[in-house]
């Protein structure tokens, strides 16, 4: 496992005025910032955690373009990190954005819990999505150690063992999908007494002699040590509990955008989705979104990058059109 320089301080001024402030140090939030780092724009980046976002505790990638055997989270988004800043971006790590304003002059300010405010002239929100967590024993110890929320980047690391899938919408039963092709058994545990997932899906699942379906049935606890050695599940007619042996739980109950903190200040979608247009431009002129945080968007480090690289593109024409740099 890659260290991240974790506590790594920085010496930024709060009272400078930067060209660009990036909100959400991931694979969207690091490429935007290595594009206009790189072309000379004053640039901020903006974490509330610690850098690199959900890719980070990814155990491995092996879907990302120029890593022929894969590569450790991690060590990908630090190398995002380092290429970031070596083009000249400042980091500045657990300060939650709280607030954001535009001032009477077009300026941006951005709040963070620490008291800082700090002044932008074009603000990108990459600040991504969490997958929704069931708060059941064991979720959290065993995260990224048997319990995952990405069948796509983890579900190969399964090959011919037992799995366990929790949630039977379109998200459960897409991502089950590649599951399929590489378990040995798949168990799925819906909470409904019925999928809602597109028909087509279902029919595509419920096909597979791998799979097995639990309906009416809740997760009530992940056991393991070190990893993840089974599942027990509670029938909700019953009562009866079942454990499960398993790998591997990978749990599909949605996902939640980091956007309160701009609700009111750009548009957004039904599910609290940021809408941009195809130049990853809001509803407010001189904010942009990129990555997860968007609507409609394919939770993928390699589309987040996309996304980064068109926002740059889409600042840099935004702030030509602005005043002079300082």
């Known amino acids: 496992m890659f260290n991240f320089n974790i506590g790594k301080e920085q010496e930024i001024d709060a009272q400078q005025l930067f060209d660009v402030i990036i909100i959400g140090a991931g694979a969207a939030g690091f490429t935007a910032g290595i594009y206009t780092a790189r072309d000379g724009w004053k640039t901020l980046i903006l974490e509330k955690e610690a850098s690199g976002g959900l890719a980070a505790s990814t155990h491995r990638i092996e879907n990302f373009p120029g ?21 000249g971006a400042q980091l500045a790590e657990f300060d939650e954005v709280t607030r954001i304003e535009k001032n009477a ?28 967590k069931l708060g059941i024993p064991g979720e959290a110890k065993l995260y990224s150690h048997g319990v995952s929320y990405c069948a796509t980047c983890d579900g190969p690391l399964y090959k011919d063992q037992d799995v366990v899938v929790i949630g039977c919408g379109n998200s459960g039963l897409q991502e089950a999908e590649i599951l399929l092709q590489y378990a040995r058994k798949v168990t799925f545990v819906e909470y409904l007494d019925y999928s809602i997932a ?20 809740e997760a009530v606890e992940i056991r393991g040590d070190a990893s993840v050695s ?29 956007t309160d903190f701009v609700r009111g200040l750009v548009d957004l979608d039904n599910k609290g989705y940021i ?24 939770a993928q480090v390699a589309v987040a990058v996309g996304d980064g690289a068109k926002s740059a593109v889409a600042m840099r024409e935004y702030l030509q059109q602005q005043a002079p740099r300082e």
């Open 67 to 87: 890593f022929p055997d894969g590569i450790d989270g991690s060590e990908l988004m630090e190398r995002f990190r380092q290429q970031t800043e070596r083009f």
């Open 105 to 132: 002059a077009g300026i941006f300010v951005v709040h963070t819990e620490s008291g800082k405010a700090y002044r932008g002239r074009a603000v990108l929100l990459a600040t991504g999505s969490q997958p929704k």
């Open 198 to 217: 597109e028909k087509v899906l279902q029919e595509r699942v419920q096909g597979n002699p791998k799979a097995v379906c639990r309906f009416s049935h």
């Open 275 to 298: 809408l941009t247009d195809e130049h990853m431009r809001t509803s407010l002129p001189g904010m942009f979104a990129a990555g997860d945080v968007r609507a409609n968007n394919l």
């Open 230 to 258: 089974s599942v027990v599940i509670r029938d909700r007619k019953t009562g009866e509990l079942e454990e499960i042996p398993a790998a591997g739980v990978f749990i599909y109950v949605g996902y939640q955008p980091e």
